[in-house]
T-cell receptor
Framework: LAKTTQPISMDSYEGQEVNITCSHNNIATNDYITWYQQFPSQGPRFIIQGYKTKVTNEVASLFIPADRKSSTLSLPRVSLSDTAVYYC???????????FGTGTRLQVFP | EAQVTQNPRYLITVTGKKLTVTCSQN?????MSWYRQDPGLGLRQIYY???????DKGDVPEGYKVSRKEKRNFPLILESPSPNQTSLYFCASSPQITGAVEAFFGQGTRLTVV
């Protein structure tokens, strides 16, 4: 089973770039890597998804090395409103399951 | 507006009293699932459904039931709730589960069993 491991928490200041790395050693060939953001008392919200190399959208970038055993979510110039919990998860192709990790709590300070 | 709607948002009940948490999506998604979220444990999948009349157990199915009679609805049933089922519950839906897919989550139901 592809389980994910992330740092429990991270601190940053407004305007800085934040990189959150996720380890997924047992990722299978057809699995996708997805990141979600969750604010208190709200459901998780999709940020970005990728399979390999680099993916970029209007809010974040996702870097996936060739071996795909890890991935890095990059948030450019964070603001106070980026304070949230970020989940890395792997869609397990062979079991049709989305496996959430325990998430990384990002605190952004002024 | 595309959304996943859960009801109720908050519920306090007593041990053993059957309850149902409803979940409805208006996006014609095939895949729906239920998660519970507990401090320090992240989100754990309870049940999921690939399509109408097709359901399967997730990682923590004990004490829960689900049904999928219509594509848009996926209720979570607790036949005899116990205090260890006190948790924050989320319903999610997605257009498919294979390949690149974005899951949409409801706002959550905070359940307290006393």
């Amino acid at each position: 089973l592809a389980k994910t491991t992330q740092p429990i928490s991270m601190d940053s200041y407004e305007g800085q770039e934040v990189n959150i790395t996720c380890s997924h050693n047992n990722i299978a060939t057809n699995d996708y890597i997805t990141w979600y953001q969750q604010f208190p008392s709200q459901g998780p919200r999709f940020i970005i998804q990728g399979y390999k190399t680099k993916v970029t959208n209007e809010v974040a970038s996702l870097f996936i090395p060739a071996d795909r055993k890890s991935s890095t979510l990059s948030l450019p110039r964070v603001s106070l409103s980026d304070t949230a919990v970020y989940y890395c998860l792997v869609y397990q192709y062979n079991t049709d399951k989305l496996i959430f990790g325990t998430g990384t709590r990002l605190q952004v300070f002024p | 507006e595309a959304q996943v709607t859960q009801n109720p948002r908050y519920l306090i009940t007593v041990t053993g009293k059957k309850l149902t948490v409803t979940c409805s999506q208006n996006m014609n998604h095939e895949y729906m699932s239920w998660y519970r979220q507990d401090p320090g444990l992240g989100l754990r999948q309870i049940y999921y459904s690939m399509n109408v009349e097709v359901t399967d157990k997730g990682d923590v199915p004990e004490g829960y039931k689900v049904s999928r009679k219509e594509k848009r609805n996926f209720p979570l049933i607790l036949e005899s709730p116990s205090p260890n089922q006190t948790s924050l519950y989320f319903c999610a839906s997605s257009p498919q589960i294979t390949g690149a897919v974005e899951a949409f989550f409801g706002q959550g139901t905070r359940l307290t069993v006393v």
